[in-house]
């Protein structure tokens, strides 16, 4: 078990656009892949972009299983690795919900996504992935793909009245969690 060390907001890494993966299915993917899910896991995280370790490749990882101690009443996210992805809006339609990141510890704000998304890409053998998703599930993918980028979510916060320590905004939720 290899758990990376996350970037958090200031750190310039954060801020560059990643680079598409060129081969998949090698021994330096599945291995970033593995330290990927180790350090989420470690941070209870919901998902986990490349460039928070600091690695610029296009690779997201996410998924909540039957519950995750940040998102308690969110539905399940099936585990997925996700390289090169692209997403598509479906419809106008945004959602307005509450967002923490890994790289923002103790923060959370209301931020706007699309309610619902088409996402394409590959996972780390090179096949291909292509869903149509909505509520948490998108918004979660949406979170993640920003990072590649170089956007985290203060970035898109449109009402900063709602922005804020979590630890004031939910007392009773765990101050360690973040996306």
Request: glycine share 8%.
């Amino acid at each position: 078990m290899t758990v990376r060390e996350i970037l958090k907001m200031g750190d310039q890494r954060l801020l560059r656009v990643a680079k598409p993966v060129e081969h998949f299915d090698s021994d330096e993917v599945h291995l970033l892949v593995s330290d990927m899910f180790d350090t989420m896991h470690a941070a209870n995280g919901a998902g986990l972009a490349a460039p928070q370790i600091g690695v610029d490749l296009q690779l997201v990882i996410f998924g909540t299983g039957a519950a995750n101690v940040r998102y308690p009443d969110a539905p399940p996210i099936p585990r997925t690795v996700l390289l090169n992805p692209v997403i598509t809006p479906i419809g106008a339609v945004e959602e307005d919900d509450w967002e923490g990141c890994l790289s923002v510890p103790g923060l959370r704000a209301v931020v706007p996504r699309w309610a619902s998304i088409r996402y394409q890409g590959f996972d780390q053998y090179g096949d291909a992935i292509d869903r149509t998703v909505d509520g948490f599930h998108a918004r979660v993918v949406q979170h993640e793909c920003d990072h590649l980028i170089g956007k985290l979510y203060p970035m898109r916060v449109r009402d900063f009245t709602r922005f804020g320590f979590t630890e004031v905004l939910f007392p009773g939720l765990d101050a360690n969690s973040d996306d």
